[in-house]
């Protein structure tokens, strides 16, 4: 039921900015934290940022604060990912999340692919 579509990777510069949208079914989107994680080939998937139901709190990894800022647009079901000034230790597939207490971490979309190279 629980559906999780992400999109707007793509290959771009170092220096360059991005932004990946996730649109959600199957669940009360309003009621439910949103998170996007990373990850990288030979890595583990990292958690990236969460934003609370109704976007007034966030909180991001170490290595993209600063640099990306997650928002959501609760009449869309939808969460985003502005990612600015790229370095080439970003490129990873990302993924969005539904914070849904024990169903945390256990329904993924196929992710989107984000290259950062020159």
């Known amino acids: 039921q629980v559906q999780l579509v992400e999109s707007g990777g793509g290959l771009v510069q170092p220096g360059g900015s991005l932004r990946l949208s996730c649109a959600a079914s199957?669940?009360?989107?309003?009621?439910?934290?949103m998170s996007w994680y990373r990850q990288a080939p030979g890595k583990e998937r990292e958690l990236v940022a969460v934003?609370?139901?109704?976007?007034?709190?966030?909180n991001y990894a170490d290595s993209v604060k600063g640099r990306f800022t997650i928002s959501r647009d609760n009449a869309k079901n939808t969460v985003y990912l502005q990612m600015n000034s790229l370095k080439p230790e970003d490129t990873a597939v990302y993924y969005c999340?539904?914070?849904?207490?024990?169903?945390?971490?256990?329904?993924w979309g196929q992710g989107t692919q984000v290259t950062v190279s020159s």
């Open positions: 934003i609370t139901v109704a976007g007034g709190n966030t």
């Open positions: 199957g669940f009360t989107f309003r009621n439910v934290p």
């Open positions: 999340n539904a914070e849904i207490g024990w169903l945390s971490r256990m329904y």
